[in-house]
């Protein structure tokens, strides 16, 4: 193992660098210039796609990943692992989207490892241990955890909970294989492309989410509209996505997604624990919701009791006049 060296795991959306790998990215930068270590930048798909800029001048190496790309988890830990065991990172870093929430804990236990998720603070403490937090209980606590000295330790990062920054290295880039050994269990059949404009809900700086109060999936087109107003991102509550009402990338919470934006909008939410834990660490949460006793204005910094039928559609207006 080469002293203190930091992998990072790093996602691509539309060929582009995603913001949520290069915030992992700055924090390995960080630790391993702590540990007196190299960055390596791992990432699917062949050399060629490989843009130096989106990579922010960080890492010293990028490994990218070559073949059956798109094999699915499975292959993503096959290759990894065959990676780790050759050569032992001090730890491997990911941002914490619903696609390393895939393969991250398999690979945990293939290699017997420990793996920490929602990492919002990091910490390296004398004798080469790592401390780390992570929040818990709807954010109401944070815990600390340390790791004993010696790796590889995984890592998931909170999207949003840690600063980006830029460097000026020029990494030298290399390939390794990504072929399965067996079959996999997954197979692309067809590849969508996203619509225009969209924001991507983990790295969005605004999150209009909606919950039942919606009153049904019909009533969303306001979310939608105020979402591209403000540049932001379309949430839901559980019910909503258990309801059909609206697709599960959507759905904010504990067995959904966790997001950090600067501004959280929640519209008809009670304010469950289970949804709560999804958007504590939001800056700013405003919350509409007819009932002055639902859980989600303890959570606020700013409610509005009134039918969201009456709000939505005034702050559209509003936002619309004021453009
Ligand atoms: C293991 C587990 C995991 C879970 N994971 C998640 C998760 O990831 N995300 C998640 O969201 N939930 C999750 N849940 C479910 C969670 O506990 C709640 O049931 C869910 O969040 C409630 O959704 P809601 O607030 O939309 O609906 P409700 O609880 O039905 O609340 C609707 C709210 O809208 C208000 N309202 C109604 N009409 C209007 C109106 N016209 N104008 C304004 N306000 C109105 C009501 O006063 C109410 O407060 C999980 C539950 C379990 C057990």
């Known amino acids: 193992m080469e002293k203190g060296s930091i992998w990072v795991w790093v996602e691509k959306a539309d060929g582009k660098v995603k913001q949520t790998s290069q915030e992992v990215l700055s924090q390995g930068r960080s630790m391993a210039d702590e540990l007196g270590g190299s960055l390596l930048a791992i990432m699917a798909g062949p050399v060629s796609e490989v843009n130096l800029e989106d990579l922010c001048g960080l890492p010293d190496q990028v490994i990218a990943l070559e073949g059956d790309g798109e094999g699915g988890p499975s292959l993503i830990v096959e290759t990894l692992e065959e990676l780790i065991r050759k ?31 929602d990492v919002v603070g990091m910490e390296l403490l ?16 944070l815990v600390e955890m340390e790791s004993q000295e010696g790796g590889p330790r995984l890592l998931a990062l909170r999207p949003r909970a840690f600063a980006r920054k830029t460097g000026s290295r020029s990494p030298r880039v290399e390939c390794f294989p990504m072929k399965a050994r067996g079959p996999t269990e997954v197979q692309v059949l067809e590849k969508a492309q996203r619509e225009k404009g969209f924001v991507d809900l983990s790295e969005a700086r605004i999150v209009v989410s909606g919950g039942r109060g919606m009153g049904g999936p019909e009533a969303f087109f306001l979310l939608e509209e105020l979402a591209a107003i403000l540049g932001g991102a379309v949430g839901a509550s559980r019910s909503v996505v258990d309801s059909g009402w609206r697709p599960a990338s959507e759905q904010v919470g504990k067995s959904g997604r ?12 009670s304010g469950a624990i289970h949804h709560i834990m999804g958007m504590d660490s939001s800056k700013v949460v405003v919350a509409v919701n007819k009932d002055p006793n639902a859980l989600i204005f303890q959570h606020a910094d700013l409610g509005i009791v009134d039918d969201v039928n009456h709000v939505l559609p005034a702050l559209i207006e509003e936002l619309k006049r004021r453009s």
Do not use: C, N, Q
């Open 87 to 117: 050569d032992p990172p001090w730890a491997l870093l990911a941002p914490g989207t619903p696609s390393t929430m895939d393969w991250m804990p398999r690979l945990s236990v293939r290699l017997g490892v420990e793996m920490v998720s």
């Open 258 to 269: 966790s997001v950090s934006p600067d501004l959280y909008m929640a519209f008809g939410i």
């Open 126 to 141: 004398e004798g080469g241990r790592l401390r780390v937090k992570r929040p818990v209980h709807g954010g109401r606590f």
